[in-house]
């Protein structure tokens, strides 16, 4: 399927899609993971330095207690127990056998080996009165006597900062990564609006009017140095290519002169000779083919004239139904004469159109002269009108040879016949190769969007106007 519409930058559905967004999620996700380690970071060492105090306490009780004498040992255990305000320490003292005999400890903990050093007790212990202690630090040593000393000491405090470290981490990251991505989302509206504006002033562009130049804001910044290069690269384009329009329009327009005083002294010599001169038939061919010059003369011309986008001060309100019953009654002799069943298919209602009604009607024209040209006597051709939601669709519908879908873009193209049709003796439709071209103009001109797909049922063409720039 080929088409003739105005391109159009992809629209940009989600405002994280912009470049700016992604920078700002992926240095918010940078900044998250080293906040992450960071955090880890200080938490471990603010865990370990506060086990290496409650160490240093056990190391420093579990001395003093192993130095005192055996009848002294439950009065030294109480004046511990009396200083531990908190509740954070545990004891216990057991005799050689493993039996409890002081202490809020009455059994040595499974995990804990009575070696002297300082252990991490993960599940915590029991104590006598039931009371179930968190993860511990505990070390065990064996006196003089046999007898063994049991010392615990919860890491909560450790635990506690921990805590308020990670919950303090939390309320920063969401402090920091909610206005950073408020942030972000503004920043991406702002590029994004910005893209929007580029690709509104480049569609007027793209349709061909090379007057309108990119906005460029007072930032200044990279965006506006890019618009500005595109800006200079347009000015160049608009001066070539008016001056290769201008070259070719001239030729055009100052080659028919000649052309037409050559046809004129050739009618006036084919006049004065008599019929069966074996120099009338050369003369004739050398007419037919000036006139064949002068209309492709005037059907680039025409082109010309149909590409100057001024045209649009002249559009109005236009009746479709009225054209498509004009265009209908010029060419139904032809169609007769081909013998081609000619069919025009209206429906109740046809919205109007905002065009050129000129331009509208030539158009319709062309193509249906051209699927008269190239559809077969006997054949079928269907003038149609669609009233669509978007706007009403003309349909142009044949049964001939059609055309071949890698050639369908190129058929729009100035002086492009298709294969079979490129020399004039071995096409039974010769032609210009330019109706289609005009056609293409025109469609450009009213911000139309124009087709050439298979007719229905894979035999023949179906050309398409759809009369709505909104169309596709």
Same mark, same amino acid.
């Given at each position: 399927?080929? &088409?003739?519409?105005?391109?159009?930058?992809?629209?940009?559905? *989600?405002?994280?899609?912009?470049?700016?967004?992604?920078?700002?999620?992926?240095?918010?996700?940078?900044?998250?993971?080293?906040?992450?380690?960071?955090?880890?970071?200080?938490?471990?060492?603010?865990?370990?330095?506060?086990?290496?105090?409650?160490?240093?306490?056990?190391?420093?009780?579990?001395?003093?207690?192993?130095?005192?004498?055996?009848?002294?040992?439950?009065?030294? %255990?109480? @004046?511990?127990?009396?200083? !531990?305000?908190?509740?954070? @320490?545990?004891?216990?003292?057991?005799?050689?056998?493993?039996?409890? %005999?002081?202490?809020?400890?009455?059994?040595?903990?499974?995990?804990?080996? /009575?070696?002297?050093?300082? #252990?991490?007790?993960?599940?915590?212990?029991?104590?006598?009165?039931?009371? #179930?202690?968190?993860?511990?630090?505990?070390?065990? /040593?064996?006196?003089?006597?046999?007898?063994?000393?049991?010392?615990? &000491?919860?890491?909560?405090?450790? !635990?506690?900062?921990?805590?308020?470290?990670?919950?303090?981490?939390?309320?920063? %990251?969401?402090?920091?990564?909610?206005?950073?991505?408020?942030?972000?989302?503004?920043?991406?509206?702002?590029?994004?609006?910005?893209?929007?504006?580029?690709?509104?002033?480049?569609?007027?562009?793209?349709?061909?009017?090379?007057? /309108?130049?990119?906005?460029?804001?007072?930032?200044?910044? *990279?965006?506006?140095?890019?618009?500005?290069?595109?800006?200079? @690269?347009?000015?160049?384009?608009?001066?070539?290519?008016?001056?290769?329009?201008?070259?070719?329009?001239?030729?055009? #327009?100052?080659?028919?002169?000649?052309?037409?005083?050559? &046809?004129?002294?050739?009618?006036?010599?084919?006049?004065?000779?008599?019929?069966?001169?074996?120099?009338?038939?050369?003369?004739?061919?050398?007419?037919?083919?000036?006139?064949?010059? %002068?209309?492709?003369?005037?059907?680039?011309?025409?082109?010309?004239?149909?590409?100057?986008?001024?045209?649009?001060?002249?559009?109005?309100?236009?009746?479709?139904?009225?054209?498509? +019953?004009?265009? =209908?009654?010029?060419?139904?002799?032809?169609?007769?004469?081909?013998?081609?069943?000619?069919?025009?298919?209206?429906?109740?209602?046809?919205?109007?159109?905002?065009? !050129?009604?000129?331009?509208?009607?030539?158009?319709?024209?062309?193509?249906?002269?051209?699927?008269?040209?190239?559809?077969?006597?006997?054949?079928?051709?269907?003038?149609?009108?669609? !009233?669509?939601?978007?706007?009403?669709?003309?349909?142009?519908?044949?049964?001939?040879?059609?055309?071949? +879908?890698?050639?369908?873009?190129?058929?729009? =193209?100035?002086?492009?016949?298709?294969?079979?049709?490129?020399? *004039?003796?071995?096409?039974? +439709?010769?032609?210009?190769?330019?109706?289609?071209?005009?056609?293409?103009?025109?469609?450009?001109? #009213?911000?139309?969007?124009?087709?050439?797909?298979?007719?229905?049922?894979?035999?023949?063409? &179906? @050309?398409?106007?759809?009369?709505?720039?909104?169309?596709?």
């Amino acid at each position: 399927m080929t &088409r003739l519409d105005t391109p159009s930058i992809a629209p940009l559905s *989600e405002r994280w899609r912009s470049g700016t967004a992604r920078l700002i999620l992926i240095y918010g996700g940078f900044f998250l993971a080293w906040s992450v380690l960071l955090v880890a970071l200080i938490n471990w060492q603010i865990s370990s330095y506060l086990e290496h105090i409650v160490d240093d306490i056990l190391e420093q009780r579990v001395a003093y207690l192993s130095g005192v004498e055996r009848e002294q040992l439950p009065a030294a %255990l109480a @004046m511990t127990a009396a200083t !531990d305000r908190r509740g954070v @320490m545990s004891f216990g003292v057991f005799d050689a056998a493993g039996r409890y %005999l002081a202490g809020n400890i009455d059994r040595l903990p499974p995990e804990l080996p /009575v070696d002297g050093a300082l #252990h991490r007790l993960a599940n915590g212990i029991v104590r006598i009165d039931g009371v #179930h202690t968190g993860a511990s630090r505990g070390v065990a /040593v064996r006196v003089a006597d046999g007898s063994s000393i049991v010392l615990t &000491r919860t890491t909560d405090a450790a !635990d506690r900062v921990g805590a308020i470290i990670r919950n303090g981490f939390i309320w920063a %990251l969401s402090l920091t990564l909610i206005p950073g991505l408020l942030g972000g989302f503004l920043l991406a509206r702002g590029s994004l609006k910005r893209v929007r504006d580029i690709e509104t002033a480049v569609a007027p562009i793209m349709r061909g009017d090379l007057g /309108v130049r990119l906005p460029i804001s007072e930032r200044r910044d *990279e965006v506006d140095m890019l618009a500005n290069i595109v800006n200079r @690269m347009l000015d160049r384009l608009e001066t070539l290519l008016g001056e290769v329009k201008g070259v070719s329009d001239s030729i055009a #327009h100052d080659l028919r002169t000649p052309l037409t005083r050559l &046809r004129a002294q050739l009618y006036r010599l084919q006049r004065e000779i008599p019929p069966d001169d074996a120099h009338a038939a050369t003369i004739e061919r050398c007419i037919t083919d000036t006139d064949n010059l %002068l209309n492709r003369f005037r059907a680039l011309l025409r082109i010309s004239e149909l590409e100057d986008l001024q045209r649009r001060a002249g559009f109005g309100e236009v009746d479709l139904r009225e054209k498509l +019953a004009r265009v =209908h009654e010029l060419y139904s002799p032809l169609a007769e004469d081909k013998r081609i069943a000619f069919a025009l298919e209206l429906p109740a209602i046809l919205a109007g159109v905002r065009a !050129d009604g000129g331009l509208l009607f030539e158009a319709i024209s062309n193509l249906v002269d051209n699927a008269l040209k190239f559809t077969p006597d006997g054949g079928r051709v269907v003038l149609r009108a669609v !009233d669509e939601k978007i706007g009403p669709r003309i349909d142009v519908i044949d049964s001939g040879p059609g055309v071949p +879908a890698a050639e369908r873009d190129a058929v729009l =193209h100035r002086f492009y016949r298709t294969k079979t049709c490129r020399k *004039e003796h071995e096409c039974e +439709a010769p032609g210009f190769g330019l109706g289609l071209s005009i056609v293409s103009a025109i469609v450009k001109l #009213h911000d139309y969007r124009f087709e050439i797909a298979d007719a229905e049922g894979g035999t023949g063409t &179906r @050309m398409t106007i759809y009369c709505s720039s909104n169309a596709g």
